[in-house]
């Protein structure tokens, strides 16, 4: 039976699909380079961890494709003093990465054996200062503010409630939009009294692709007569 050389996935993974989307800040492609993903992959799908592709999780939930978690680590800009918010653990690997950039990072995941799997794949790779919160994004009860928040899952527009987490002068990745035509943008809030608009936040287009909704911000049924 032959044995995956995973560093050497990892090494390819960087080379051949993460830079050539732009993904070039050295501290995202060393994390990217030295994080074991496939720690964060089910047996079934391990050697499946580097490929360009989603890889499914229960409850229907997926791992998003490597380029994509670059980007969206790139389009932050997460700085080592910083406190993160990611709505999303998911498999934890994007919590992780995100916590070798940050001071702090707090996740919430709404499935309670999803969270549980991330908690312990976090503290094997030796991640202190990334918690993870078992709460649904549209009902947890919090007055903290972020420096960046990371969105793991589609909306159809920005939820109000999103910008109240998202510190003065704060960025958030999120991809937004009607499917098939959806947009990754990155959001900065306004300071000051208008820090909880989104109207008043600079929004950035970053690129265009299609991704399941996050549970609770899908479009709204319309029927038509």
Not at 20 to 39: G, K, M, N, Y
Not at 84 to 89: C, M
Not at 155 to 169: K, N, Q
Request: hydrophobic content about 45%.
């Amino acid at each position: 039976m032959t044995t995956m050389d995973y560093a050497k996935a990892r090494e390819l993974m960087v080379e051949q699909q993460v830079r050539p989307w732009d993904v070039l800040d050295p501290r995202i492609l060393d994390v990217l380079s030295t994080l074991p993903r496939e720690a964060f992959v089910a047996e079934a799908h391990r050697k499946l961890a580097y490929s360009d592709v989603p890889l499914p999780l229960a409850h229907g939930e997926f791992m998003m494709k490597p380029v994509l978690e670059g980007r969206s680590l790139q389009s932050l800009d997460v700085q080592v003093g910083e406190s993160v918010l990611e709505i999303g653990t998911g498999s934890g690997f994007l919590t992780a990465c995100l916590g070798r950039l940050a001071r702090e990072v707090v996740s919430i995941e709404r499935h309670a054996d999803l969270a549980d799997a991330a908690r312990a794949r976090l503290v094997e790779q030796g991640v202190n200062n990334a918690s993870v919160v078992h709460a649904d994004a549209f009902t947890w009860d919090n007055s903290r503010r972020f420096d960046a928040i990371c969105v793991t899952g589609a909306v159809d527009r920005i939820p109000a409630r999103f910008m109240e987490w998202l510190a003065p002068g704060g960025r958030m990745f999120v991809i937004r939009g009607r499917s098939p035509a959806m947009e990754a943008v990155r959001l900065t809030s306004a300071r000051g009294d208008a820090c909880n608009d989104v109207n008043a936040a600079r929004i950035e287009s970053l690129f265009e692709i299609d991704l399941p909704y996050l549970a609770g911000a899908a479009p709204v049924p319309t029927f038509e007569f």
